[in-house]
């Protein structure tokens, strides 16, 4: 017998099953993708990104995941984000417990990105660039946990910092435990600190009871209520304030008679 040179052809009710059979394995991949990227782009607040980035908003739209950023890094801090990492796709990032921000005073990283998406000018001072104005996230101590806090005397943070003295300080105070010996507690002056995560790296816990976190996550938020009135610029918002009183049906009541009507009504 010869073999068929053209293979039979499909009946109709096979090719409906195989048709429907594609389309759900199409399907299903494509949820596995969406629910893959959704996961990604939601862990994304957390990410620490390269000096001079945009606002993460803003980063996501502008970056166009090249990676040049990534090769002109001398130390390797920059990764691109790959499936697993839980971390928006191709987007540069680094993570200062493995390679922190070493502080290139020529921040290489910076001038190669061509969309903008690390702005050169925020990182520039009259003409230069400048790595101590970077701002790629803020250090955080955890107290429980950092050993200075339990009187140990420790100050590897303090002293892997480039900004000695500035970004880290140590405050001094008695252990009143022991009565003989000085705590040294790292303390983090945020408008100081660039996120670089050197002090992260040299933690010595197992650990690190330092750590760096998006700006806008680590740090709180007074709103625009508060005035620091000994803050000659802060208080300049005041200028153009206008006040406005609400008035309920209880504040038309003094406070010693709301006080008492409350009183009465206890007893009754």
């Not at 970077?134 to 955890?142: F, L, T, Y």
Request: hydrophobic share 35%.
């Amino acid at each position: 017998m010869q073999p068929k040179s053209k293979k039979e052809p499909l009946s109709d009710r096979r090719k409906f099953i195989l048709s429907m059979a594609r389309g759900l394995g199409l399907g299903a991949l494509g949820g596995f993708v969406w629910s893959a990227y959704v996961d990604e782009v939601s862990a994304s607040s957390l990410v620490l990104r390269p000096p001079g980035a945009l606002a993460e908003k803003d980063f996501l739209k502008t970056c166009i995941k090249c990676g040049l950023c990534v090769e002109a890094c001398p130390f390797d801090t920059l990764v691109l984000a790959k499936p697993g990492d839980n971390k928006p796709l191709g987007t540069p990032y680094f993570t200062p417990r493995e390679v922190p921000c070493y502080m290139c005073p020529d921040i290489p990283c910076v001038p190669v990105c061509p969309t903008g998406a690390l702005k050169e000018e925020s990182v520039t001072f009259e003409g230069k660039r400048n790595i101590n104005l970077a701002d790629m996230g803020v250090a955080v101590v955890d107290s429980k946990n950092c050993i200075a806090y339990w009187g140990i005397q420790c100050d590897a943070c303090y002293r892997a910092c480039p900004l000695l003295g500035s970004a880290i300080t140590i405050e001094y105070s008695k252990n009143e435990r022991t009565g003989k010996h000085a705590f040294m507690k790292p303390v983090v002056d945020s408008d100081v600190c660039t996120g670089c995560g050197l002090c992260e790296k040299a933690c010595v816990t197992e650990k690190a009871s330092i750590f760096v976190l998006p700006r806008e996550v680590a740090l709180g938020r007074a709103g625009d209520y508060y005035i620091k009135g000994w803050d000659k610029a802060d208080e300049k918002r005041l200028e153009n304030a206008t006040a406005k009183t609400t008035t309920t049906e209880l504040s038309k009541e003094s406070a010693i008679d709301s006080l008492n009507t409350d009183m009465e009504d206890l007893y009754e």
